[in-house]
């Protein structure tokens, strides 16, 4: 099955959702690579099994599946000859003892799951090792009774740690030892048995020095009196370490030397894993399982896209018994493309073995190849115009298709020249209906809809439209040629009545309006003339035309020149070099004071504070009028 088709039909989205319901972890690797099934009888037998084990779910039983989410790791570990650990081992056995439970669990259901009791007479029992580890693994580790050996070392061990433990409480209570004493109790450093001493005591005590304390107010010694009993017991654990490895070892390789039988029954449990995530995918979408076929015929029942939000519309669909050709019409967004997403997906999940949102009596037709063209093909990479990118996709759709094929196409020959798009789209559907393949497309052309009027084994279908609120209602009625309805929804969104009139004229005759139009130049355009003469307000935005430098009018007297702020400077310019750019109203508020355009900011807080009666300002006023007396009489001087 071609990989873009089950892109754009979104069936790997359905994988995921199936992938998401598995236990194991090698469950979800298997379904991520298995496709739909082109074979009838495949199909008929996947759907049974999703079908069994719905009853199964809908019963509210559960099937014993124990150890099945690590097994895949758990094999791989002993085949690498890799010893498992104690918690490995039991969840190693739990997916052994599942095995048996599964068989005994469908032997119960055989009535209600013939197929799935058929598939597990065939699981094999190994109980010696399950029993085994069970025995030998107890509390997350391995058991006295695994070995004798073990429980001699481990009943030395106990021993010697009580022997240890009475000579070190009886250091701890003695007098004489009191006064060193750090705290009154056993501590294990590194594998031995120490008292806390003060630091200060630590060369009094005949012992090893282990270890101290990070304030190094506490030093942990080993008294010499117990010293032989600790390397006794470090030996004794050593022992235990090796003879615990050995029964570990023991286990693991067992479970190696059944490896062909475990693989058979890790393949059986996964494929049992498998079709109950189908079923429990099912059960969440409400599925029911189709009829399928292998004589082209599609027949869906008030059927749901399984991704569209709830309440969407159910569609009503049927190809393949009187006619092999499907031409649907509509107003954009009317859900055209809609139908062929769901027709193409419900037909994907049924090969796929999967119960389908729809209601009874639904036929699928199985199909050896389901190949569509949706969405946009535009290809910046290849260069490639959306026109062009449906066109190479659907000339490899005309080199796969035959018999047994469905072919999904939306909106084809759209994207170039009408009359040339519709005939080369009906050229295509004559190509697809002559190989033999089931063809639905959708499209807005007229000249499609008349082929699909005309032509004996093909069939037009209208998505009918809510007029009133220009929305689609998503429903198909076959035998029907739906419109765009361009013209009803301009006139709902209240374009001119002339406008739509006009255009009705149009679709019954081509006498268009053609003949050129003198239209006058924006005020804005004309050049001022020489003899007019145009008056500027303070604020006004210009344009120098001489240096193409922009200020602001400053003043405007009526006088051939204009006092124009640019740059800093009052300059004054030639009233016939001076544009309007904005003036100053549409600049400004309509409170605002022009005069804090040609004010700095100082200047104008200089103003703000004298108004107020500011001391300091009027005092800074004084200094700037003392200071320029002075100046004027040193020039008289001079």
Same mark, same amino acid.
């Given at each position: 099955m071609d990989k873009e088709t089950l892109n754009k039909l979104q069936f790997n989205d359905i994988q995921k959702e199936v992938q998401a319901r598995a236990i194991g972890n090698y469950s979800k690797i298997r379904i991520g690579e298995l496709l739909p099934q082109t074979s009838l009888a495949t199909v008929k037998v996947w759907q049974q099994e999703t079908q069994e084990a719905r009853l199964i779910l809908d019963s509210n039983q559960h099937v014993p599946f124990m150890g099945l989410s690590r097994i895949d790791a758990l094999r791989s570990q002993v085949q690498k000859g890799l010893v498992l650990s104690p918690n490995d081992l039991i969840e190693y056995a739990?997916?052994?003892?599942? &095995?048996?439970?599964?068989?005994?669990?469908? *032997?119960?259901?055989? =009535? /209600?799951?013939?197929?799935?009791?058929?598939? +597990?007479? &065939?699981?094999?029992?190994?109980?010696?090792? *399950?029993?085994?580890? =069970? /025995?030998?693994?107890?509390?997350?580790?391995? +058991?006295?009774?695994?070995?004798?050996?073990?429980?001699?070392?481990?009943?030395?061990?106990?021993?010697?740690?009580k022997e240890l433990q009475d000579k070190l409480m009886k250091f701890l209570k003695h007098p004489s030892n009191k006064e060193m004493i750090q705290d009154g109790m056993i501590v294990q450093k590194d594998g031995h048995y120490t008292v806390p001493i003060k630091s200060s005591y630590k060369n009094k005590v005949a012992g090893n020095l282990i270890e101290q304390s990070n304030k190094g107010t506490t030093v942990f010694i080993e008294p010499a009196a117990v010293a032989k009993l600790n390397e006794q017991l470090i030996m004794l654990k050593a022992e235990e370490v090796a003879e615990e490895y050995q029964v570990l070892a023991e286990l693991t390789g067992y479970l190696a030397e059944k490896e062909s039988i475990i693989e058979f029954m890790v393949e059986t449990i996964t494929a049992f894993d498998v079709i109950f995530a189908r079923a429990k995918y099912s059960r969440e979408i409400n599925g029911v399982t189709p009829k399928v076929n292998k004589s082209e015929v599609i027949q869906i029942k008030k059927g749901i896209h399984p991704f569209l939000p709830k309440g969407a519309v159910p569609l009503d669909f049927i190809l393949g018994e009187e006619h092999r050709g499907l031409v649907i019409t509509g107003a954009n967004a009317g859900g055209k493309t809609v139908v062929l997403k769901t027709v193409g997906l419900l037909t994907l999940m049924t090969m796929f073995g999967l119960q389908i949102p729809v209601q009874?009596?639904?036929?699928?037709?199985?199909?050896?190849?389901?190949?569509?063209?949706i969405g946009d093909h535009q290809s910046m990479e290849n260069a490639l115009s959306t026109f062009s990118g449906h066109m190479t996709n659907i000339a490899s759709i005309l080199n796969k298709v035959k018999r047994h094929s469905l072919v999904l196409l939306d909106e084809i020959g759209s994207g170039t020249e009408p009359n040339e798009g519709a005939s080369l789209a009906i050229a295509i559907l004559e190509t697809l209906y002559a190989k033999g393949a089931l063809v639905v497309t959708t499209t807005h052309y007229g000249e499609i809809k008349r082929f699909a009027e005309e032509h004996e084994d093909f069939i037009p279908a209208a998505m009918e439209f809510d007029r009133e609120t220009l929305t689609p209602k998503f429903i198909l009625h076959l035998g029907e040629s739906g419109d765009s309805q361009a013209l009803w929804i301009a006139k709902k969104v209240n374009m001119a009545s002339s406008l739509i009139k006009q255009a009705q004229e149009y679709m019954g005759n081509k006498d268009y309006q053609t003949k050129r139009k003198t239209f006058l130049k924006n005020e804005m355009e004309i050049k001022i003339d020489k003899k007019v003469r145009v008056s500027f307000g303070r604020g006004d935005r210009v344009l120098l035309t001489e240096s193409q430098k922009k200020g602001l009018v400053y003043e405007d007297d009526g006088s051939d020149n204009v006092s124009v702020y640019i740059e800093e400077h009052l300059v004054e310019v030639p009233r016939q070099r001076i544009q309007l750019v904005m003036a100053a109203y549409e600049l400004y508020p309509e409170d605002y004071d022009l005069e804090n355009l040609f004010t700095d900011y100082q200047t104008r807080k200089m103003q703000r504070d004298l108004e107020r009666g500011s001391k300091k300002a009027q005092k800074q006023l004084n200094k700037e009028m003392k200071q320029r007396d002075e100046e004027r009489r040193a020039e008289e001087k001079n």
């Open positions: 739990d997916f052994l003892r599942s &095995s048996r439970m599964i068989d005994k669990f469908f *032997e119960k259901n055989q =009535y /209600q799951t013939p197929l799935l009791y058929q598939y +597990s007479k &065939s699981l094999p029992s190994l109980l010696e090792i *399950e029993e085994e580890v =069970y /025995q030998k693994i107890q509390h997350q580790k391995v +058991s006295d009774a695994a070995s004798r050996t073990l429980r001699k070392v481990r009943k030395q061990i106990r021993e010697t740690e009874k009596g639904t036929d699928i037709a199985v199909f050896d190849e389901v190949v569509v063209d």
